[in-house]
């Protein structure tokens, strides 16, 4: 059974398409990259299938069955830009808050689910900021507390839109090596991604998109010049061996 399957996607604004009839599913165990141009809707997949923002038709299944986010088998790791990060809370209640899907909104934590968040905080180099609050750090440093409150969920699929823009060297390598141990212990991770130099190091599939699906597949099969051109337009240049830069119209 597949982890994600999604079959006619329609997602509109305003009754103005933003996705139109985008089918494809995912292989378990494996890291994604959604990838295509500004405006292709590669963030509004991801709500849509979170159920965040409605659709207008189509079918959407994680491991055969409509998702509901008390299935506890999706974690989620948002835009940064998209969260208030002047909100009153420490770098460890935001872990924290990936337990709640396990242990009730209501309830307390327990000893285990505190020792299991500042796991996932020394997981991704942030152990020693569990007390600092979260508009004192710096953009990476906010980015490492998301993605370990997305291990605190302890999800079978994981979805992330943008993690690593405006992050640091240090903070790309740790998210790779998260993305790493999650598809070692076969975890499913789908990643909005837009830096086309690192696709073929950092995803095994790939979903190309802009508004449709253009192709989706193994890296190495589907990550092709044509495949690019159909998904930009525009023009694709080599820069050098391997690099590719996107001029658009």
């Not at 849509?48 to 509901?68: Q, T």
């Not at 044509?226 to 391997?242: P, S, V, W």
């Amino acid at each position: 059974m597949n982890p994600v399957q999604v079959k006619n996607l329609t997602v509109a604004y305003q009754k103005k398409p933003v996705l139109t009839d985008v089918t494809f599913e995912v292989p378990e165990g494996k890291l994604i990259g959604i990838i295509g141009p500004n405006g292709a809707g590669k963030s509004t997949l991801i709500k849509a299938i979170l159920g965040l923002i409605p659709k207008a038709s189509g079918e959407i299944e994680i491991y055969g069955k409509k998702y509901h986010p008390k299935d506890k088998v999706v974690g989620y790791v948002p835009q940064r830009g998209s969260v208030d990060w002047d909100f009153p809370t420490n770098a460890l209640d935001v872990v924290l808050m990936g337990r709640y899907g396990h242990i009730g909104w209501f309830k307390r934590p327990t000893k285990s689910d505190m020792a299991l968040a500042l796991e996932c905080l020394r997981k991704v180099g942030m152990e020693n900021y569990a007390n600092r609050q979260i508009s004192q750090l710096s953009g990476g440093q906010q980015q490492r507390v998301f993605l370990a409150r997305a291990l605190a969920q302890d999800a079978k699929v994981y979805f992330m839109d943008e993690p690593f823009v405006g992050v640091d060297a240090a903070t790309e390598r740790a998210i790779i090596d998260l993305l790493n141990e999650l598809k070692s212990q076969g975890k499913t991770v789908l990643v909005v991604h837009h830096d086309l130099q690192t696709v073929k190091d950092y995803f095994d599939h790939v979903l190309l998109l802009n508004m449709r699906t253009i192709a989706q597949g193994p890296t190495d099969e589907t990550f092709t010049m044509e495949n690019l051109h159909r998904t930009y337009g525009g023009r694709l240049a080599f820069l050098e061996k391997d690099q590719l830069m996107v001029e658009q119209k």
